[in-house]
């Protein structure tokens, strides 16, 4: 099959860059999401950082136009007739997305692929909410999308190999090196990255260094570009928390259980920088560290 529109359903930090890498793809791109304000958000970011590629000298202008001149925005699902691939974005639930593909099986074509970015939710469990099993598949990128290489593909029980296939080379021209996962919860990089981040939770509840010098310490001595608070604060605290609990309810291994510390957080609303704290104070503009915060 021919792909040429894609729908992405969600206009957040990952919808928003699905959406540019398919569109910098040369594909059009249906971007969606409950409310035109969202939309318009997720839109806009793409603009800013398109320009911001371009002040650099790394995009022509007339390339950059020609990427924005190839997203349409849509609030309802009824713009998917004319999608020929669908990538779910939505928040980290499996109600809402349930919800989201039953909704979408009724409007597309018997040969649109569904695809979901969910980080932790079995790709089963989702593709048995639908008609179509075999046309369904994980596809989950990593944030910063326009930045992160990695796309893992996660076929369910009963995706067929033609689907495989074609999200394989739908990632590949989207500039990401595709690296197929089994369906098991967290799949490959989340399951390993939870357990890296139970540790540094560990460390830091027994005093082996302060947040900010364990953040400091893996960035120097592993040469990640951001510590582990840090990145949870720019993902989202709750993101991280939901994929915890999942890890824990389908291993039942006590190194995957929730900080608990981690769910005060999540229960106190404190979700990161969109939030204005999480495991840091960013309400002055600038990242600084937490006074308030009790280990």
Not at 27 to 46: C, P, Q, S, T
Not at 75 to 86: G, N
Not at 222 to 245: C, Q, R, S, T, W
Request: with cysteine; net charge neutral; hydrophobic share 40%.
């Amino acid at each position: 099959m021919e792909i040429k529109t894609i729908m992405v359903i969600g206009s957040g930090l990952m919808g928003g860059g699905i959406a540019q890498v398919a569109a910098q793809a040369g594909y059009h791109v249906i971007m969606n999401d409950v409310k035109m304000e969202f939309v318009d958000r997720g839109f806009n970011n793409i603009v800013k950082l398109l320009e911001g590629r371009v002040a650099k000298g790394k995009l022509d202008g007339t390339e950059k136009d020609a990427i924005i001149g190839r997203i349409e925005k849509a609030v309802e699902f009824e713009a998917a007739r004319r999608a020929d691939f669908v990538i779910e974005a939505a928040f980290e639930n499996l109600e809402v997305k349930t919800s989201i593909f039953q909704q979408l099986d009724d409007i597309c074509g018997e040969e649109v692929v569904f695809a979901s970015n969910t980080s932790s939710i079995p790709i089963t469990t989702l593709a048995a909410a639908t008609k179509r099993p075999e046309r369904f598949i994980g596809m989950h990128f990593f944030s910063p999308v326009p930045v992160m290489r990695l796309v893992e593909v996660i076929p369910a029980l009963k995706t067929s190999d033609r689907t495989v296939a074609v999200t394989e080379e739908l990632a590949t021209k989207m500039g990401k090196e595709p690296v197929r996962v089994k369906d098991v919860p967290g799949f490959l990089v989340n399951r390993c990255n939870a357990a890296f981040r139970a540790e540094c939770f560990k460390c830091l509840l027994e005093g082996v260094a302060s947040l900010e010098d364990i953040d400091k310490a893996i960035k120097l001595g592993l040469n990640h570009p951001m510590g582990p608070f840090e990145l949870a604060d720019f993902v989202g605290v709750e993101i991280g928390y939901n994929v915890f609990k999942t890890l824990y309810e389908g291993y039942k291994d006590p190194k995957f259980a929730p900080s608990l510390i981690l769910e005060k957080l999540v229960i106190s609303g404190d979700l990161g920088r969109k939030t204005g704290k999480g495991w840091y104070d960013y309400t002055s503009g600038e990242r600084k560290p937490r006074t308030d915060l009790k280990f």
